[in-house]
């Protein structure tokens, strides 16, 4: 239950598991090489890997709402930290089914955590979610980016087994200080009475999937083929693991200040628009631009995925009028918007390799671009989802 005074513990905890919530993914693209040429497999088994964590995200996020409201967010999110970092352990066997099998825990694992936190800080800091927010944001994308660089360095000199397998510090420390406050109860785990709220039927709430599908489609794309796009550009995996955080670092500022900015903020719409603008200029970019030029485009890239990622984990809360409906509003946006990101990198690689040409495959990410351009800015008006579903 939220309390008067500053949870300084449990704020540490959210940022804990904030950092646990992109890194064991972020951390593969650049390990593929290493993971492909030690368990020989080929372009669609690698294929696999990138895409099995976001088919996780989008099944399970559909499910989160109905069992944290059984067995209460906080003992839901501890559980699947524990999820996590089985996953984490069995995908440094080496051994493709372990790999495949790690692989998908660490998206179940994942997919709770990635909803359920920010109704944690709607229920926990009502009256702190943008700088919260912001700080849990920017937590997620420093590790995120930490993970790409520390495990291109790693598997220069190590198996990619090891690489990967060290990211389970993190969890364990998350999962002995959760503990803690479970067990003195420094925090309340209980269920809840569901309430008859479908987001489903909200135009708003379909708005808000699609910059989460949108933005998430792009992001995870340039995470799992940026490396290999910049190879053939004549661009060295040391320097594209490199190139890779870049593209996070840009997003960092961004996902702190924007939270705090849409806090504030009545309407958003303009912050969408700007975001779609940013997508739209840095897609161009990649297409465009020749290899000495790119790291410019990536850069814009990574800010505008700082400007989408920052605004729709705070429009969770803005949007919604109680923790419960934030809670089915990010299932339901991270289930259909995983969906989406699961398909853009497969896609992204097929086209490739029918026209063994990546501007042909980037058009894809154009048109998400203007997707969130176009049609989801809407997300930014002044209204909640019980609203619409009044009218």
Known sequence: MPTKHFNWLLFITILLIAANLRAP????GVALPSIKSTLHLSTNEVSLITILPLLAFSVISFYVAKVSTRFGIEKTLFTSLLILLTGILLRAISDVSWLYIGTLFIGIGIAFGNVLAPSMIKTYFPSRIGIVTGYYTVVMNVFGGLSSYTTALLTTHYSYMVALSLI????????????????????????????????????????????????????????????????????????????????QLAILPFTFIVPIIAAKRASQVSIMIMTGILFVLGTLGLICLPAKYIVISIIILGIASGFAFGLVNTLFSLRTESAQTATKLAGMAQSLGYLLAAVGPLLFGVVHDVTHNWSASLFILLIMAFVILFFASGAGRNQTVEETLQK
């Open 25 to 28: 993914i972020t951390s593969v």
């Open 168 to 247: 389970g510090v993190i969890t364990i420390l998350t999962i002995i200080i959760f503990s803690f406050q479970l067990r003195n109860n420094l925090i309340v785990s209980s269920s809840v009475k569901e309430k008859a709220i479908n987001v489903w039927k909200s135009p708003l709430a379909w708005q808000i999937t699609l910059l989460m599908g949108g933005q998430s489609l792009i992001f995870y794309t340039l995470i799992n083929w940026l490396p290999e796009m910049l190879l053939e550009k004549g661009i060295s995996t040391n320097k594209s693991g490199f190139y890779l955080l870049l593209l």
